[in-house]
C-alpha cells in the first residue's frame, strides 16, 4: 500500500502531461486551418474577374424591324437638319430594340459630343467600349471628349488605348499631337505630328500643325515644307499663307513673303494686320507709296471690324 501512496503523485503527474499534450481544441484547429489557406492563397496568383460578355442582340421581329428601320432612317434625317436633340431620341429609340450595338452608342456618343453634352458622350464611349474593346473611334471620342472637360491626362490614356489597338491608324497620333501642342508639350507633339504624317501622307491638318510646332522652335525651312504640303492638298487659307509669309520673312526672302501676303490678303480681305505686315515689306522693298496705301487701308480695316491696335501685328 505504501508503495502504491508513493506512486499516486507520478502518476498524476503523468495524467496531467499526457492531457496537455492531446490533439489541439477546435479554435486551435479553426486557426491553424486559416493560416494554412492564407498561404496557399498567396502562392496562388491572384486571377483577374472575368469579363462579362454581352449577349448579342436576339433576332427581330417584323414589327421590330420596322420599328429599328423607322427610327434609324428619323436619326439620320434629323441629323442631317442640323436637329441633334430630337435624332438623339431616335437613337435611344433604335438601342432599346438593340442595346448591345456598339455602333449606335457610338453614333449616340457623337451626337451628344456635337450637343457639348461631353458627359454623356463619354458614357456611351464606355458603353461601345464595354460591348467592343477593340473600337478605336470609342477611344478616340472618349479622348476628345475628356480634353473638352480640361482632363489632358484622361484624354491622352485614351489615345494611348487607341494607338495600341490600330498603331497604323494616323488619326490617334494627330490626335495626340493636337492635345500635347496645346499643352505645350512641343518635343512630343512634334514626335506624334511625324507619325500621322509618316502613316498618312495628305493629311493636311497634320502638316498644317507641324507648321506650327516647326515655326515655334525656329525650324522655318521645315515649316515651309509642312504649309507645302498642307496648302498642295487644299488647305488654302489665309493662315496658311500668313504662316508661310513669316516663315520666308525668317529666312530674309521678301520676294517670297511679299507672294504669301498677297495671297494671304486675297483669302481674308478683312484681316486688317495683313495689311501693316505688307506695307513693312514694301518699306524695306523700297516701294513707300504702296506701304502707305496699304497702313490707310489697313487702318481702314481694324476701324470698320472693331479691332484697331496702334501695336500692328508684324510691325
Same mark, same amino acid.
Given at each position: 500500500m505504501r508503495f502504491f501512496a508513493a506512486l499516486l503523485p507520478l502518476i498524476c503527474l503523468w495524467v496531467f502531461v499526457a492531457g496537455c499534450s492531446e490533439a489541439p481544441s477546435k479554435e486551435e484547429k479553426a486557426k491553424a486551418e486559416a493560416k494554412a489557406k492564407g498561404k496557399g492563397s498567396s502562392s496562388k496568383k491572384a486571377s483577374k474577374p472575368k469579363k462579362k460578355i454581352r449577349p448579342k442582340n436576339p433576332p427581330l421581329t417584323a414589327e421590330e424591324s420596322r420599328e429599328f428601320l423607322k427610327a434609324m432612317v428619323e436619326a439620320r434625317n434629323l441629323e442631317r437638319e442640323g436637329e441633334n436633340v430630337r435624332a438623339a431620341e431616335w437613337v435611344s429609340m433604335a438601342m432599346r430594340i438593340k442595346p448591345n450595338d456598339p455602333q449606335l452608342h457610338l453614333w449616340r456618343g457623337n451626337i451628344h459630343y456635337r450637343l457639348q453634352n461631353y458627359r454623356k458622350a463619354i458614357e456611351d464611349y464606355k458603353e461601345v467600349v464595354d460591348i467592343d474593346e477593340k473600337n478605336w473611334k470609342a477611344y478616340v471620342g472618349h479622348a476628345d !471628349?475628356? /480634353? *473638352?472637360?480640361? $482632363? =489632358? %491626362?484622361? !484624354?491622352?490614356?485614351?489615345?494611348?488605348? !487607341?494607338?495600341?489597338?490600330? =498603331?497604323?491608324? =494616323?488619326?490617334? #497620333? *494627330? $490626335? *495626340? &499631337?493636337?492635345?500635347? #501642342?496645346?499643352? &505645350?508639350? /512641343?518635343?512630343? !507633339?512634334? %514626335?506624334?505630328?511625324q507619325m500621322a504624317m509618316t502613316l498618312k501622307d495628305k493629311d493636311l491638318v497634320v502638316y498644317f500643325q507641324a507648321a506650327k510646332i516647326n515655326l515655334i522652335f525656329r525650324k522655318d525651312k521645315e515649316a515651309i515644307k509642312n504649309l507645302d504640303h498642307a496648302i498642295a492638298y487644299g488647305l488654302r487659307t489665309g493662315e496658311a499663307y500668313h504662316m508661310r509669309a513669316k516663315a520666308y520673312r525668317k529666312l530674309g526672302n521678301l520676294d517670297a513673303t511679299l507672294t504669301n501676303l498677297n495671297l494671304a490678303i486675297a483669302k481674308a480681305p478683312n484681316w486688317h494686320a495683313l495689311y501693316f505686315e505688307r506695307a513693312n515689306i514694301y518699306d524695306q522693298l523700297g516701294q513707300g507709296d504702296k506701304a502707305k496705301k496699304d497702313r490707310r487701308e489697313g487702318k481702314q480695316k481694324a476701324e470698320d471690324t472693331l479691332f484697331f491696335d496702334e501695336q500692328y501685328p508684324g510691325g
Open positions: !471628349a475628356s /480634353w *473638352r472637360l480640361y $482632363k =489632358p %491626362k484622361e !484624354a491622352l490614356d485614351m489615345l494611348k488605348k !487607341a494607338i495600341k489597338i490600330d =498603331p497604323s491608324n =494616323p488619326i490617334p #497620333h *494627330r $490626335k *495626340r &499631337g493636337e492635345i500635347l #501642342h496645346k499643352s &505645350g508639350d /512641343w518635343n512630343e !507633339a512634334s %514626335k506624334s505630328y
